[in-house]
């Protein structure tokens, strides 16, 4: 296959996408397949440029608001040139975040006429959209955590839903802007850092318990993993990327009735916002053995050590057949589009 890998972006999350993007490429290069560096700010790596960008590790914070604004003034150009991207037989969106993540750029490929990986533009934004997404959870009889938009008025979110709370933007991932609020007078102070990174911010009740995650692939429910933060309560931005982080356990150590819970769970949470061929579905697990559904990622981490490729692993599917099945669901599934 010919397959064009974009990444990088400008959303804060740049540096994970370019670590995702470095993996998936070594991975289908080693498959023997065709494939095209793109970095969304940068446009079409040539072999000196592709080598120096996916060395590049993942630093404890997301990138500098100074280095991100350089690297959206660039986008729009690449963009102007979509139409080039039709020599792929597939795109690979290995993308966090931002435009890349929230259906825009699905809809522009949508445009262009070439498959992708993923979900398609309209799941991407529900999946993105925290709010919207918790009231599909609901319709579909999947339990997550009682919310709360702000703002207007943080202080009601107190008296409704309690302390702790967890304050997050709407339309961000790996907990860019997440705080976990104790005390009533940080609220305010938590929705102001949420809204740095969004229009909209989220309080949401705090589940103690456990981290879970299960991957998704073609309709299926991979292997449930736990994740146990070491630098932190929750599993942060440095928790996720910086050495010795986290332990992450596939399978994770549950009794069978739970794990085919969350796996159940895990689907239709997958389904009710509409995503595509896979997808990974984070949960927190009570002390009385109630998974809560927190989120569904439709551009999931792609680094061998990512969740989802540890999910899949755990279900005895390697990273580089992780890849490649992702592309040809891609075009098995834009091939049923055009019939």
């Not at 398609?120 to 959870?137: I, N, P, Q, T």
């Not at 440095?238 to 150590?253: H, L, T, V």
């Amino acid at each position: 296959m010919r397959i064009s890998v974009l990444f990088g972006g400008a959303s804060e999350e740049r540096d994970v996408s370019i670590a995702s993007g470095a993996e998936v490429i070594r991975a289908l290069d080693g498959l023997g397949h065709t494939v095209v560096a793109i970095d969304t700010a940068q446009g079409v790596l040539g072999p000196a440029e592709r080598d120096r960008l996916l060395a590049s590790g993942i630093a404890p914070d997301p990138p500098a608001s100074s280095a991100l604004s350089a690297a959206r003034s660039r986008t729009p150009t690449l963009l102007a040139g979509a139409a080039s991207w039709a020599d792929a037989d597939v795109i690979f969106i290995a993308m966090h975040g931002g435009s890349g993540e929230d259906g825009t750029l699905q809809a522009v490929l949508d445009l262009v006429g070439v498959p992708y990986t993923g979900t398609g533009h309209l799941g991407s934004a529900f999946a993105m959209d925290k709010d919207v997404a918790k009231r599909l959870f609901l319709a579909a009889g999947v339990p997550t955590p009682a919310w709360r938009m702000a703002p207007p008025v943080p202080d009601d979110a107190v008296e409704a839903l309690g302390l702790p709370l967890v304050v997050k933007p709407s339309k961000q991932g790996s907990t860019v802007g997440l705080t976990v609020v104790k005390d009533a007078d940080k609220v305010r102070a938590a929705v102001d850092r949420a809204l740095a990174f969004d229009d909209e911010a989220v309080l949401e009740t705090f589940i103690a318990g456990r981290e879970l995650s299960v991957g998704v692939l073609d309709d299926r429910a991979l292997a449930v993993g736990e994740i146990r933060p070491q630098l932190s309560e929750i599993f942060d931005y440095a928790s996720k990327y910086q050495p010795g982080g986290s332990e992450e356990i596939f399978p994770a150590d549950l009794p069978p009735p739970i794990t085919l819970l969350v796996q159940e769970l895990g689907l239709k949470a997958h389904r009710a916002v509409k995503a595509g061929p896979y997808s990974r579905v984070d949960f927190r697990l009570d002390e009385g053995g109630q998974p809560w559904c927190l989120e569904v990622n439709t551009v999931p981490g792609m680094t061998r050590t990512s969740l989802l490729p540890q999910s899949a692993a755990a279900a005895g599917i390697s990273f580089p057949r992780l890849c490649e099945r992702i592309c040809q669901l891609a075009i098995e599934r834009f091939t049923r589009k055009m019939r």
